[in-house]
């Protein structure tokens, strides 16, 4: 097992404060993090009201996570066996289905995945691949840890969760289950470990939502959302005179509106007022010529060093141009930027009379640059709708879908059933799925556990499939009944990998379940989360 620690200074650790620290702490308080969602039932309601208004508009809305880089497929290595921590252990699924008798190998899909969706810190609605899984309240869903927690901005638990099983084109078949409590293990939440790349969530009891749109006047919308109710603003744009004419009616508190908006800013020529004097107010943006300014245009050393000096026409931006210190980090960094034609700049490293680098330098280089910037501003008309939403409770997650069990600890070089809703191209552009459906792949893990220096991972492992983004999160089960469509999930998908270099995802991987997985997994299985409605 992997552990990361907070680097510690020697006199620390030659003491062995830190190793009586752990010493001294229990399990499940080092391996356990649980980060609060929708923390009451009117909050987990207008999320689920957020992703079912207008006909499921923003659940079609939604695309599939972007977390991985399309680029970023570097082959998986062999990093050994793996010595379990505990015993296997497993806990078995709950379900409805019955068993039928068939001798064909039609892949039956199981009730219990769906996708679930969220809105990152960037503002984007996106979505992964999930599964109802067996817990004491039947509410609990798993899914990767990178669906649930936002590792690209590190603020904590992704927005407006929910997982929707079923999901086909902005329907929710079984309703929309708004997530109440994430847990993962210690490591992913706190240091993006993603040898520890899963989640489990809690989910309120589902909820079917239906919702009358109805064009309102300005005052009965104010007065309908400030009683809490839910109403949007649509926007069109209009021109200055439909503005003043509308804004000369209906005063202030009226439909008509108008805002500056961003600058236009275009390169013009130098002013002809500009003299020795005021160009330091010109770069300002203060210059006698309201609107232009002096600014500098970077540049590599040959342009800058063919443009002409001199006051009246010279183009070098000189006091821009000058060599600065930095840091040994920040010159190895801008020296490998360089040599990927990502640094216009140049750089240079001072040395001692041994040849030793002692100090370290930059120079970027710039041109004049003058610009004018134009006040725009925008003008619209407001139309007001209020919305009379309706909530019907759909009932706990597990009675309606069922739910996968769990095993952790297993052998390696067993077959398991991957399911997920790839969408994403593969690195080469050719798109092979929709997201519009789950697909599958079967086969066997690979024996030995693997990594990728790239994106640090240590313990994953890997099985032969061209899934691509959107089925991450997906569940890998294990001893998975085509008759019963229930198996235990041993897995969720974490990354895409293209392992003969054809520019084809051919391999994915999933951390391995042990032990602390398994802790983290009854943690989450004993919460319990109650209804919306």
């Not at 356990?32 to 208004?53: C, G, H, L, P, Y």
């Not at 708004?178 to 293990?185: E, L, M, P």
């Not at 109403?231 to 508190?253: L, N, P, Q, R």
């Not at 469509?485 to 994915?508: A, C, E, H, K, P």
Request: proline letters at 4%.
């Amino acid at each position: 097992m992997k552990r990361i620690l907070i680097p510690a200074g020697g006199a620390l650790l030659a003491t062995g404060l830190l190793a009586a620290g752990l010493a001294g702490t229990a399990q499940a308080d080092d391996t356990v993090a649980k980060d609060n969602m929708a923390t009451s039932a009117a909050n987990a309601k207008a999320i689920a009201q957020f992703w079912a208004e207008n006909n499921g508009a923003a659940l079609k809305a939604a695309t599939e996570s972007n977390v991985w880089d399309k680029t970023d497929v570097a082959k998986l290595q062999s990093k050994g066996g793996y010595s379990s921590d505990t015993k296997p252990g497993s806990t078995a699924p709950i379900g409805q289905e019955k068993k039928t008798s068939t001798k064909v190998q039609n892949v039956n899909m199981p009730k219990t995945i769906g996708k679930v969706f969220f809105v990152n810190s960037k503002g984007e609605k996106k979505w992964c691949s999930a599964t109802s899984i067996q817990s004491q309240y039947r509410n609990l869903v798993a899914t990767a840890g990178h669906c649930v927690y936002d590792t690209a901005a590190n603020t904590d638990v992704l927005s407006k969760w929910v997982f929707v099983p079923g999901y086909y084109q902005g329907k929710s078949p079984w309703g929309i289950y708004v997530g109440k409590q994430a847990f993962t293990h210690y490591d992913f939440d706190v240091y993006e470990d993603y040898d520890r790349d899963y989640a489990f969530v809690t989910v309120y009891n589902g909820v079917h939502v239906s919702g009358k749109t109805t064009k309102v006047t300005p005052s009965e919308y104010k007065s309908h959302v400030a009683k809490g109710g839910v109403g949007f603003v649509k926007e069109t744009s209009i021109t200055k005179e439909e503005f003043e004419a509308g804004y000369d009616k209906y005063g202030e508190d009226g439909p008509f509106k108008s805002k500056a908006a961003d600058p236009k800013v275009e390169t013009v020529a130098k002013p002809a007022d500009v003299t020795g004097s005021n160009v330091d107010a010109y770069i300002k943006g203060e210059g006698p010529t309201k609107g232009v300014q002096l600014v500098g245009a970077e540049v590599y050393k040959s342009q800058y060093t063919a443009a002409p000096t001199g006051f009246d026409n010279g183009a070098k931006f000189e006091r821009l141009s000058t060599e600065v210190p930095i840091s040994k980090e920040q010159y190895n960094e801008l020296k490998a930027a360089k040599g990927d034609g990502k640094f216009m700049g140049e750089v240079r490293a001072q040395l001692d009379a041994n040849k030793n680098e002692i100090a370290w330098f930059k120079t970027q280089y710039y041109i004049k640059k003058w610009i004018k910037s134009t006040a725009q501003i925008k003008y619209w008309v407001e139309d007001y709708y209020v919305v009379d939403i309706a909530g019907k409770d759909a009932g706990r997650l597990g009675d309606n879908v069922g739910g996968q069990g769990f095993a952790w600890n297993q052998p390696t070089g067993k077959p398991v059933r991957v399911f997920g809703y790839p969408a994403a191209a593969h690195p080469d552009g050719n798109k092979n799925y929709t997201g519009v459906t789950p697909k599958w792949c079967y086969g066997t893990t690979t024996k030995k556990l693997v990594g990728s220096a790239a994106k640090k991972i240590e313990e994953h492992v890997a099985l032969k499939c061209a899934m691509t983004e959107g089925a991450d999160g997906g569940p890998w089960l294990y001893k998975y009944s085509n008759a019963k469509r229930l198996g235990y999930v041993n897995g969720v998908t974490s990354t895409f990998n293209d392992q003969d270099g054809n520019g084809r995802v051919d391999y994915i991987s999933s951390p391995y379940f042990d032990g602390e997985t398994n802790t983290v997994y009854k943690a989450a299985a004993a919460s319990w989360s109650g209804k919306i409605v």
